[in-house]
C-alpha cells in the first residue's frame, strides 16, 4: 500500500487531572485515568473515526502508553468495530493497536508541588517560552521534540512497506499534537507557541494529495494571537450618544423636585430656560449610552496543560 490516504491525530479524552489539577500531587501522571465524561467522548471518538473511513480501509493506531491515551484508544476501538448501530467491516482482531512511548506526554516531572507553587511555575514557562522552559525534574517542549523527530522518521521507514495501513491514528496528548506537526510542516517556535491545544478527542486530519505525494493539513488550528485580538475587540465598549433631556436632565432627582421643575418650566422673555428649570451644577442636557460588550471569558492566559 505504502504511504497511508490519511494520518489522523486524536487527543486523548477527558481526564481526571483535567478536572482537578491537583490529583497530579499524589498520582503519577502516567496513571491519572478518563472520567465517565471522557469514557463517553472516546466512545463517540470512535463513531466519528469510523464515519470517515471506506470499508476497505484498514487501521493502524499508536497510542501513548500514559493510561488516559490507552483508555481512550479502547473506547475508540470498541466503538470502530462495533455492530451497533449497523454491522462494522473494522473487525476487532483486524485492527492493529501499538504503544509508543515516543507519543508520550512531555514530562511535566514527578508529583506536583502545591497549586501555589505550580501557579507560579506556569507564570514562570509563560514568560520564559513554552518551547524552551524546562519543567523542574521535567521536559521542555523542546526535549520531547527531539523524542517525536524520531518517532515521525521511523513512521517514514515504514511507509516503504506494500502493506502499511491505509488509516494511521496517533492517539496521544494536547502538546505532543502541536509538536509532531511541528516537525512534520517545519513550523518554527513562534509558531507553535501561537497554537492553542486542540479540545478532548479533537481530530487533526493530514490526508494524502496525490498529486504532490505530501500530506494536506484539512484541520484549522485555532491560535492564541486571533483569541487574543477577538477579546480585545469585545472588551472595547461602543459609545452611543441620545438625545437630551429638553428642560435639563432631572433623571437623578427626587419626585418631589421633579414636580417642581415641571411647574417652574417657562420659558422667559428673552428665549432662555429659566435657571429654576436645571438641577445644581447639571451639565448640559446630554446623556451618553455605553452599550457594555463583554465576553466572560476574557482572560487567555497560555498556561494550560494536557
Known amino acids: ?66 493510561c488516559r491515551a490507552r483508555q481512550t484508544t479502547e473506547g475508540i476501538v470498541e466503538s470502530l468495530s462495533s455492530d451497533e448501530p449497523s454491522p462494522s467491516p473494522y473487525k476487532r482482531n483486524a485492527i492493529k ?6 507519543l508520550r506526554e512531555q514530562d ?16 514562570e514557562r509563560a514568560d520564559y517560552g513554552h518551547f524552551f522552559y524546562r519543567i523542574p525534574n521535567g521536559e521542555s517542549a523542546a526535549d520531547a521534540y527531539d ?14 512497506e506494500d502493506d502499511f495501513a491505509s488509516i494511521c491514528v496517533l492517539v496521544t496528548h494536547g502538546l505532543m499534537t502541536r509538536v509532531f506537526l511541528m516537525k512534520w510542516y517545519h513550523w ?39 483569541k487574543e485580538a477577538q477579546a480585545e475587540d469585545q472588551q472595547e ?11 435639563g436632565c432631572k433623571h437623578g432627582a427626587s419626585a418631589s423636585e421633579n414636580k417642581r421643575l415641571r411647574s417652574d418650566s417657562k420659558v422667559s422673555s428673552d ?26 471569558d476574557d482572560k487567555y492566559a497560555r498556561t494550560g496543560r494536557r
Open 1 to 66: 500500500m505504502g504511504k497511508p490516504r490519511m494520518i489522523i491525530l486524536i487527543r486523548h479524552a477527558q481526564s481526571e487531572g483535567n478536572k482537578n489539577r491537583e490529583i497530579h500531587q499524589t498520582v503519577p501522571d502516567h496513571r491519572v485515568k478518563l472520567t465517565e465524561e471522557g469514557h463517553k467522548q472516546a466512545r463517540e471518538a470512535g463513531y466519528k473515526l469510523r464515519s470517515l473511513l471506506r470499508p476497505d480501509d484498514r487501521v493502524l493506531i499508536y497510542t501513548s502508553p500514559y
Open 97 to 102: 493497536v501499538y504503544e509508543e512511548p515516543r
Open 108 to 123: 511535566f516531572g514527578n508529583f506536583q508541588p502545591c497549586a501555589a507553587e505550580m501557579a507560579r511555575i506556569w507564570q
Open 147 to 160: 523524542r517525536v523527530s524520531g518517532f515521525n522518521e521511523s513512521l517514514w521507514r515504514q511507509f516503504g
Open 188 to 226: 518554527s517556535v513562534e509558531y507553535f507557541e501561537d497554537l492553542m491545544n486542540i479540545n478532548h478527542c479533537g481530530f487533526v486530519i493530514m490526508k494524502l494529495n496525490p498529486d504532490t505525494g505530501k500530506y494536506d493539513l484539512e484541520t484549522t488550528l485555532a491560535k492564541w494571537s486571533e
Open 237 to 247: 465598549p461602543h459609545k452611543r450618544k441620545w438625545g437630551g433631556c429638553a428642560d
Open 271 to 296: 428665549g432662555d430656560v429659566g435657571e429654576a428649570n436645571r438641577l445644581p451644577d447639571s451639565p448640559e442636557p446630554q446623556r451618553t449610552y455605553v452599550l457594555e460588550q463583554g465576553d466572560s
